[in-house]
């Protein structure tokens, strides 16, 4: 059956790519816009803004400023990290997040000398902190970046927001979007939210899962059960997890071996000068046979 | 009805997008930073509707007076009649590229220090003027032949062939 071809060769012509980062749909140049844009009267001073990303087993928290040639990142903390602290499971959960907010914001204190004068909030209460700040410096400030991801109530790059704040970092926010903040009252549950950070929703599945169906916890949980976490100790654990990145927040390098070296299986390409100066020869050559050819015609 | 002289009037092209470029405007507009004594030109940009000049200012060049959160002050040069006045006008930074018309100046001033200080470090004396270029010089040309062309005398028959 003949079928009008939809995409002509006029609907190419007129097709406007979208920018590239919007094509792989990973950019939201309405909000980038908007966070990058700095007052013209403070000319080069940098605005940062906290980077909260989610893979599908990963956290990336960074702290980055916009740049034409390109952003440049002040700090990162990844959620892969945990580990060293102590945390080896559940690290894309809500309490992770935390750990992992707490982590960059204690980091980018450390990088700027800033630790000491801003503890933050030791003790993590799930109630609403803002940094103070003191005579001496001013906080640090950054605006949160969520990327793509559909802000609800409770979503899990809040967790890492609230680790950042906790750590001592000035990011404006409000605590409508903190788990445990209820639409009907309109006011945020310290004690849920804080139930949250511990992963006290965690534990309460493990438990309703151990009395009901007790193979899916065993299927479920198998990795917790492997290290013997149980749905008691979670909170400790989290807690151990939380004094030791304030010990010590630095970041340490990876010990990695040079990626080795693949044979390659398509041409280089060639300079510009390489490339005349094969013209050059093949020229060269054309003239030496096209001088031994004439003479032997003459 | 008459054709009117608003603030935009007849400025359906000039201030029109250019062909596929619609949409959201690159970042680079919006992290450049601007100083007081700046050259800048002004170009309009249609998608931005907050801050546009006036179309007159669309393709001048002036310095920067001033800057603000969003917006810069430049200084253009307009004639009113019979004299040019240097007006101010604020315009939003996505208006705004920054001029090249001084970029070769402040190319030649770096070049030219350089050249003083080697200069002076050798004990010579330079002069960096620019010189204007000056008549082609003088060549000899090679491999001439002469060819000499004379007038063939008129053959009155032959070229009256065809109209007679």
């Known amino acids: 059956a003949f079928v009008k071809a939809q995409k002509t060769k006029a609907y190419f012509k007129r097709f406007q790519v979208p920018f590239k980062r919007r094509r792989e749909g990973k950019t939201d140049y309405r909000a980038r816009i908007r966070l990058t844009n700095q007052d013209k009267n403070k000319y080069n001073t940098p605005k940062y803004r906290f980077v909260v990303r989610f893979s599908n087993k990963d956290i990336t928290a960074q702290i980055i400023s916009a740049n034409i040639t390109g952003d440049m990142v002040l700090a990162t903390a990844y959620s892969h990290e945990l580990p060293r602290y102590g945390l080896d499971v559940g690290l894309t959960n809500y309490a992770a997040a935390y750990c992992t907010g707490l982590l960059l914001g204690r980091r980018v204190l450390k990088l700027l000398e800033m630790d000491d004068e801003y503890q933050g909030n030791v003790e993590a209460t799930g109630e609403d902190f803002s940094v103070e700040p003191t005579d001496t410096r001013r906080p640090f400030r950054a605006l949160l970046d969520v990327g793509l991801i559909r802000t609800t109530t409770g979503n899990n790059v809040f967790g890492a927001l609230k680790g950042a704040l ?22 945020l549950d310290a004690e849920v939210h804080r139930n949250y950070i511990y992963g006290g929703h965690v534990a309460a599945y493990m438990r309703i899962l151990m009395e009901d169906e007790p193979e899916k916890y065993q299927s479920h949980f198998s990795e917790y059960i492997k290290r013997g976490i149980e749905a008691d100790n979670i909170e400790s654990l989290y807690k151990k997890v939380h004094a030791a990145i304030r010990a010590d927040p630095s970041a340490k390098k990876s010990e990695k071996a040079p990626p080795k070296q693949h044979k390659r299986f398509n041409l280089k390409k060639l300079t510009y000068e390489e490339r005349k100066a094969k013209l050059i020869d093949r020229l060269h050559t054309l003239n030496a046979a096209a001088g031994v050819d004439s003479e032997d015609e003459d | 009805m008459p054709a009117g002289h608003g603030l935009r009037s007849r400025t359906r092209d000039l201030f029109a997008r250019p062909f596929r470029k619609k949409g959201y405007i690159p970042l680079s507009t919006y992290l450049r930073t601007y100083k007081i004594g700046d050259y800048v030109d002004v170009k309009v940009n249609g998608a931005v509707h907050k801050g546009m000049p006036h179309k007159f200012y ?32 604020h315009v939003r930074v996505e208006h705004v590229k920054p001029s090249r018309c001084a970029e070769e100046f402040k190319l030649r001033k770096v070049k030219n220090d350089q050249l003083k200080a080697e200069a002076k470090a050798k004990g010579e004396v330079i002069s960096t003027k620019r010189q204007p270029e000056g008549p082609r010089p003088g060549f000899m040309v090679d491999g001439a032949t002469l060819e000499t062309v004379t007038p063939i005398p008129y053959d009155v028959v032959n070229d009256l062939k065809g109209g007679y």
Do not use: Y
């Open chain 1, 166 to 187: 906790d750590a001592g970092l000035d990011i404006p926010h409000s605590d409508k979007r903190f788990a445990g903040f209820s639409k009907d009252s309109k006011q």
């Open chain 2, 58 to 89: 669309h393709g001048r060049t002036g310095r920067v007076w001033n800057v603000t959160k969003r917006a810069i002050g430049v200084e253009v040069n307009k004639q009113v009649g019979n004299r040019i006045i240097r007006k101010r006008i």
